[in-house]
């Protein structure tokens, strides 16, 4: 077994305990924090076990196909980990990362890291 595959069952696993245990024996009182925090680590993960397979795709346009939606999720997925960690408990309306960096940071933040991304996913399986 290649050690990527390996490696990317690991991490899969390790996430999946995360956020179950987050979702299913946390304390009552934050288990909702908890599990939405958990998830977002295990989705994070998921995406990213995903995007690191992409690579066995011969077909550099269907590997770009499959890696863009790939990296869109893991982003939304760490912003979900960790702008909930940060906020924990914290209830309001909204995202939370907006509420954390702001009105007018997040957006510009939020559209340079999905330039950047498509653009090294683009460049990386020769689009």
């Not at 934050?30 to 993960?45: H, K, T």
């Not at 890291?113 to 990386?124: D, E, G, P, R």
């Amino acid at each position: 077994m290649p050690w990527r595959l390996l490696a990317a069952a690991l991490l899969a696993l390790a996430a999946v305990l995360v956020g179950d245990y987050a979702y299913y024996w946390w304390p009552e009182v934050d288990r909702p924090w908890a599990g939405y925090v958990g998830q977002g680590i295990q989705a994070a993960a998921l995406f990213g076990a995903g995007a690191a397979l992409c690579r066995r795709i011969p077909s550099p346009a269907w590997r770009f196909a499959v890696s863009a939606p790939c990296m869109w999720g893991l982003i939304e997925a760490g912003q979900r980990a960790i702008c909930g960690a940060i906020l924990f408990g914290q209830y309001g309306g909204g995202d939370l990362c907006a509420r954390i960096a702001g009105p007018n940071l997040y957006p510009l933040a939020a559209a340079v890291l999905l330039a950047t991304i498509i653009t090294l996913t683009a460049a990386k399986h020769g689009r």
